[in-house]
């Protein structure tokens, strides 16, 4: 007799907890590679979830070829150290191996490492005509250390947010300053705010790498690439989960190509780009 009465009452609970989260001080991302202006408040921590995934063409030790779902995964911590000041903290993934020996899977955008940033808000929302925010981030992994720098612009036009993200890094290869690159990654996005808990969006972001070797001809996988296509979020206040599905605009005649036949790395970017964020606040 508990059991049926035990699955209302769970239901109600959690439908409960959803509701009472649309209190909850929380920085969902509309959009996946987009930052947002906004920064926790003071004292408060959230936790997410970031995973990739676009499928790709990777050669075996036979010589023949195969498609391989390539990802990579980041977990981040973020605090409010003030009311504009954010914290974050990672932890990345990024699986350069399959389940058969020795074929190569290019690394994407990310490697395996940890990362520390800061984001600040240089005044409060609808203070300016265009709201701004500084972004600064080191990355340590197994192929690099990385400086990155952002400039977060948005934009409120009553429920639909402009957001544009003005994004560089400089890259140290096996960590030495005599051997690196530079990388733009410039992102715009639309979001729109149907009901507080349903956003959709367009988003696309570019992707360029320049070493300082300069190598010639200039391999696919330094690019530029670029993605765009629709995103959705769902906010619950204190969890939410955000996803957007890339297609590739540029070399959209290239099939998925197998550069190793020709002496070089398997192409790093795929037809189509997928990434989802889990976010939840405490």
Request: hydrophobic letters at 40%; a negative charge.
């Amino acid at each position: 007799m508990k059991r049926p009465i035990l699955v209302p009452v769970c239901a109600t609970a959690l439908l409960s907890w959803l509701l009472a989260a649309r209190t909850a001080s929380a920085t969902p991302q509309p959009l996946p590679f987009t930052y947002v202006y906004e920064t926790l408040p003071k004292g408060s921590l959230e936790l997410e979830q970031y995973a990739d995934y676009t499928p790709i063409r990777v050669q075996n030790t036979g010589g023949g070829s195969f498609i391989y779902g390539a990802s990579q995964f980041q977990t981040e911590f973020e605090y409010g150290i003030t009311d504009r000041l954010e914290l974050g903290l990672y932890v990345t993934i990024a699986p350069t191996t399959t389940d058969q020996p020795a074929v190569l899977v290019p690394p994407l955008t990310e490697g395996t490492g940890i990362k520390e940033r800061l984001r600040l808000r240089l005044a409060e929302e609808g203070q300016w005509p265009v709201d701004i925010g500084l972004y600064g981030e080191l990355v340590e992994n197994e192929r690099e250390l990385e400086l990155e720098a952002k400039v977060i612009l948005q934009r409120r036009i009553g429920d639909l947010r402009v957001v544009a993200n003005l994004w560089a890094e400089r890259e140290y290869e096996n960590f030495s300053v005599h051997q690196g690159d530079w990388v733009i990654n410039p992102t715009l996005g639309l979001t729109y705010q149907v009901t507080p808990v349903f956003h959709p969006g367009i988003e696309g972001w570019i992707r360029a790498e320049y070493p300082d070797s300069n190598p010639q001809p200039r391999p696919f996988n330094l690019g530029p690439v670029a993605y765009a296509g629709p995103t959705m979020m769902f906010d619950f206040g204190n969890f939410w989960w955000s996803t957007g599905a890339y297609f590739r605009v540029t070399d959209v005649n290239r099939p998925l190509f197998d550069s190793s036949a020709n002496g070089g790395p398997p192409d790093a970017f795929g037809h189509v780009w997928i990434r989802m964020i889990i976010g939840l606040s405490f």
